[in-house]
């Protein structure tokens, strides 16, 4: 990256801050400081006023364990803006709390939001518009696959094709780039949340057991897997009979989740499949050699790299720190806004490229 000494001095009078807005968690990563905040995108609120209570970790927290008068909410669970006024709020939330730690007053940011792939303008204008509200200067969008390889740090500007999977809570992001462009790309409901979905569906399938939502995802995240373990494990899972009404506690396999969550795992893997079915003969050459890189939380699926490896035979790898990589990529776009505009999304009224 070239060396601009006068961005570096505006960087000084300025905040430009990149946003990964999640569907299950918010990174900000403030232009030289690095990711400052990382929460999780919930909103507690008033049921009766729609007032946001809590924002972030401390409304998730709350979650399962609110009063009748108070809902925790995630307004993006399905990737895009379902609640725009709570979004907002929290968006609003998350910059003046990256302003707060500026030791010079500044005037209001500039911002660059990641957005999943294949959203609808608008989709898109709602996003913008939220930032617009919340104090922005000027809002840059950038589609998420792009910004997640470019965290990975894939060479996304070469001619040479290369892929990425984005495993997030609500959404999966699948693209094919090249050029700084996206060859073919894929968006699907189906990725941590809908594992989690399962393995609730599964201990009341065959054990008559309710779990919560958090305990489900506490057993995919230590027990769960993609292809068999070395070594199989076991986990404790309490929740309410529903026979009996009672508090029950039952021990549960590695090989029992595996099960459960199989038909999401399956259903990402074809959505891989039919991604490349569609990319032109030579980058999928390129992509025997590149690979295929994964990012998000869900990427952290135990085996899934190597399920995907096998069922692909193309090699699939974890990028590093795999949750921050949109945060990452969306600080690299504004330390060089100015040479990497082409790489933004452009809205059809009132234009964010120059
Ligand atoms: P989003 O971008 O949609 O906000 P994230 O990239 O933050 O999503 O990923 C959140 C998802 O990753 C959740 O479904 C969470 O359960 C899952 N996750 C986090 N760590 C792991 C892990 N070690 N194994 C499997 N899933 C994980
Ligand atoms: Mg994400």
Not at 134 to 149: K, N, S
Request: with cysteine; aromatic share 4%; net charge negative.
């Amino acid at each position: 990256m070239k060396f601009n000494p006068l961005n570096w001095l505006l960087g000084f009078f300025s905040l430009d801050i990149g946003i990964d807005l999640g569907t299950a968690n918010t990174l900000v990563n403030v232009r030289g400081k690095g990711i400052v905040i990382n929460e999780p995108s919930w909103v507690a609120i008033n049921k009766k006023t729609r007032e946001p209570l809590a924002i972030g970790a401390e409304a998730k927290e709350m979650v399962g364990r609110t009063p009748t008068n108070v809902i925790a909410i995630r307004p993006l669970r399905d990737g895009v803006i379902s609640e725009f006024e709570i979004t907002q709020a929290m968006l609003e939330y998350f910059i003046g709390k990256a302003h707060e730690q500026s030791i010079v007053p500044v005037p209001r940011p500039r911002l660059v939001i990641g957005i999943p792939s294949g959203v609808t303008e608008v989709e898109k204008r709602a996003v913008y518009d939220a930032g617009m509200s919340a104090g922005a200067r000027e809002v840059y969008l950038i589609e998420e696959p792009i910004a997640a390889a470019l965290g990975a740090g894939l060479p996304i500007s070469e001619i040479r094709g290369s892929m990425i999977v984005d495993i997030g809570g609500g959404t999966s992001e699948l693209a094919v780039l090249s050029m700084g462009g996206i060859v073919v790309s894929r968006s699907l409901r189906v990725a941590g949340d809908e594992m989690d979905q399962d393995i609730v569906q599964y201990m009341r399938n065959k054990y008559n057991l309710l779990i919560g939502e958090r305990m489900a995802e506490q057993a995919k995240i230590t027990i769960g897997s993609a292809y068999h373990l070395p070594q199989e494990k076991t986990m404790t899972l309490r929740g309410r009979n529903l026979v009996t009404g009672l508090p029950e506690a039952v021990e549960i396999s590695s090989v029992e989740i595996r099960e459960a969550i199989n038909g999401s795992v399956q259903t990402i893997i074809d959505t891989i499949k039919d991604a490349l079915d569609e990319a032109p003969p030579e980058i999928v050459a390129d992509l025997m050699e590149t690979g295929i890189c994964m990012t998000g939380g869900g990427s952290q699926l135990q085996m899934l790299d190597k399920r995907i490896s096998e069922e692909m035979r193309i090699r699939a790898w974890v990028a590093d720190d795999p949750m921050s990589c949109v945060a990452r990529g969306a600080g690299i776009i504004l330390e060089d806004l100015d040479h990497l505009n082409h790489l933004l999304v452009g809205l059809e009224r009132g234009s964010t490229k120059h």
